[in-house]
């Protein structure tokens, strides 16, 4: 299987060196099973992040699959300045080119890649979970689900933050091998994240949107209440449509949903660091017994009560 990585400037270190490494090591372990795997970039010379010298080769006629590692962007505002930069452009072109001929993959910023280059208009996709509104307001025909760490539709693979690049890696090597993607992350001592869920910080996605930040600390003071979107509403100054409104093109997802984030983050706090009982805690956060707390974790957290203790 022949995989282009595509890079340029400012290139996500570990991001990139993940995938090589990932495929590497499929290599070592997978006998005739093999990925040719080649560096390349629209610029003649390119350097990560921390200023390594990435060696380069012109972009191929043909490949198979054209993966793009992160862009090392940390914020909003730098992701949304990285495109403006002419390398960054170019890249974007080169995306739109190939995915006439090829797959294409991503990770974290560098979804975002595809998402300018047009390759994930009306297509499920995942990116970094700190991300999600900038995405959904730059890319409003995708059908985003940040809350995936791996999401593969047609032609198209993206993953979630940082280190889903491993996770991206591995769901190639799947597609090859089931038996040889289950060593190699054996090897690099990776257990399966099917999900975001765990890793996702709602207070710092919430600061996207001045209402939905005065959303977020109404109800975390009343999180043991029932949730009441008309008390809600009059307490943020808006409608009770419009904090819907907002709270969905922000977040991508209801108000309540909110609500539930909130009140499991909390709930997973409380299991860490306390020795209360789990009727207590699902109590102080909203919910009635027990059981509706560990059903909500084993769903949206793939966790559980004995697990976080």
């Known amino acids: 299987m022949r995989i282009c990585v595509v890079v340029v400037d400012d290139v996500f270190d570990t991001g990139l060196t993940s995938i090589l490494d990932t495929f590497d090591v499929a290599n070592e372990l997978g006998g005739e099973l093999r990925f040719e795997v080649t560096l390349s970039s629209p610029r003649a010379r390119v350097r990560t992040h921390h200023g390594l010298t990435v060696p380069v080769q012109p972009l191929p006629a043909r490949t198979d699959l054209l993966v793009v590692p992160a862009l ?22 080169c995306v739109r080119k190939l995915s006439k001929k090829c797959r294409v993959a991503a990770a974290c910023t560098g979804t975002f890649v595809l998402g300018h280059a047009g390759v994930l208009d009306g297509k499920r996709a995942t990116t970094s979970w700190w991300l999600g509104p900038t995405f959904r307001q730059a890319f ?14 047609d032609t198209v693979i993206t993953a979630g933050a940082a280190l889903a690049h491993v996770d991206l890696a591995l769901a190639v090597i799947r597609e090859r091998s089931p038996d040889l993607a289950a060593t190699v992350a054996k090897y690099l001592l990776i257990d399966h994240r099917p999900s975001q869920a765990p890793y996702v910080a709602p207070s710092h996605v919430a600061h996207d949107d001045e209402m939905v930040k005065q959303f977020e600390r109404w109800i975390r003071g009343r999180l043991g209440e029932p949730f009441e979107l008309a008390k809600a509403a009059r307490a943020v100054g808006a409608s009770e449509r419009t904090l819907q409104r907002r709270v969905r093109a922000v977040l991508g997802k209801p108000p309540i949903g909110f609500v539930q984030d909130l009140r499991l983050e909390r709930a997973i706090h409380l299991l860490r660091v306390s020795k209360d009982s789990v009727d207590s805690i699902a109590s102080s956060v909203g919910y009635e017994d027990g059981s509706t707390l560990r059903s909500l974790l084993r769903r949206k957290m793939h966790t559980g009560v004995r697990e976080l203790r």
Request: hydrophobic share 45%.
């Open 72 to 93: 090392a962007c940390k914020s909003p505002a730098t992701i949304t300045a990285a495109f403006a930069r002419p390398e960054v452009a170019a890249l974007v072109e």
């Open 140 to 153: 409003p025909d995708v059908e985003l689900d940040d809350g995936e760490m791996l999401v593969s539709e």
